[in-house]
């Protein structure tokens, strides 16, 4: 028998022909419980995920899952998951897992007739092989997601890269400006970064999969001097501490990725948070002990915070609120 994932699964299995399409993933649960699902998906190494609300009282999540042996099984972990959310306190809603076999062509087709370009202050996200405008003034980032999660459209994203247009110039040291992205996927905040002015970015992923895409949208976007993307959890061992750590994962994690955090982050630095759902807002804000709160951001659901090591020039005084 060999583990995965907490399922036993007999050897003789991994010697069988592998179901030879991919297929198209979509869990129907509630509001309460999509940031659960997602990190069910997370779990299970799966870290390009669509979400959409066709309904105020349901959320659908849709992913694709290659060719593998071993697929029944994990989609038989994720339903039997999926149907236990309530006996940890949490709505599943229609809790539906539906699976269609779709060709590897059509999920590229499905991907990109689904993304466009997208403007986020003077950040143009520009999907590769769309035709790229001049845009005077404005930073072009040209994404291929891939199998990666992170093209600029999900509200998670998005936050980061509003908070890093606020933050990052004003993180203007003597020194030249070090960035720890977590969790980076496409590449999209690491990119942001280096158009942004940081001298040195780490890019850091679980998934050897997003770390081959990550590495592709570096190139492509000429910051491959500046942007270096490696396979791991966590800030890794940066020769360097970070004057900005983003993390755009979900709020169990980043819970635990502040203790690191707070060990590593250089004083004044900023620590940048997302992917975190209305409701685990007060679990993040309860575990920023040794930090301080600069401000919340929302959008729709999905929020984001900000956190400093210690006063950076300009900020208000310490001890009110964060600003949301």
């Excluded at 042996?69 to 998951?81: D, M, Q, S």
């Excluded at 030249?176 to 996927?185: C, E, H």
């Excluded at 998934?207 to 492509?220: F, G, I, L, Q, Y």
């Amino acid at each position: 028998m060999i583990d995965l994932g907490g399922v036993s699964v007999p050897r003789r299995l991994l010697r069988r022909p592998a179901h030879r399409t991919w297929v198209e993933v979509r869990v129907v649960t509630s509001p309460g419980g999509a940031e659960a699902v997602g990190a069910m998906l997370w779990e299970l190494g799966i870290t390009g995920v669509v979400e959409d609300r066709p309904t105020p009282s349901a959320v659908t999540l849709r992913c694709f899952l290659p060719p593998s042996r071993v697929r029944p099984i994990t989609l038989r972990r994720l339903r039997e998951r999926v149907r236990g959310l309530g006996e940890v306190g949490l709505d599943p809603g229609p809790g539906s897992v539906t699976v269609r076999p779709i060709a590897a062509r059509g999920w590229v087709r499905a991907w990109r007739a689904a993304l466009r370009p997208i403007r986020i202050g003077r950040l143009m996200i520009q999907p590769t092989w769309l035709r790229a405008p001049k845009h005077p003034g404005r930073i072009l980032i040209r994404i291929d997601p891939g199998m990666a999660f992170g093209t600029g459209a999900h509200a998670s994203t998005r936050l980061c890269l509003r908070a890093l247009l606020k933050y990052l110039p004003r993180q203007r040291p003597k020194t030249p400006l070090s960035v720890i992205d977590v969790g980076t996927g496409s590449g999209i905040l690491a990119i942001a970064a280096a158009r942004l002015g940081a001298a040195r970015v780490w890019a850091r992923d679980v998934d050897p999969v997003a770390v081959a895409v990550a590495r592709e949208n570096v190139r492509v976007n000429a910051v491959d001097r500046v942007v270096r993307v490696t396979r791991g959890g966590g800030l890794g061992r940066a020769p360097f501490a970070p004057q900005v750590v983003v993390a755009n994962i979900v709020a169990e994690t980043i819970v635990l990725l502040l203790e690191e955090v707070r060990g590593r982050l250089a004083p004044g630095g900023i620590f940048i948070g997302s992917g975190i759902i209305a409701d685990r807002l007060p679990d993040v804000l309860a575990a920023v002990a040794g930090l301080e709160p600069l401000e919340v951001l929302a959008d729709g659901e999905w929020r984001g915070v900000v956190f400093t090591a210690g006063p950076t020039p300009g900020d208000p005084p310490a001890g009110s609120s964060p600003k949301t």
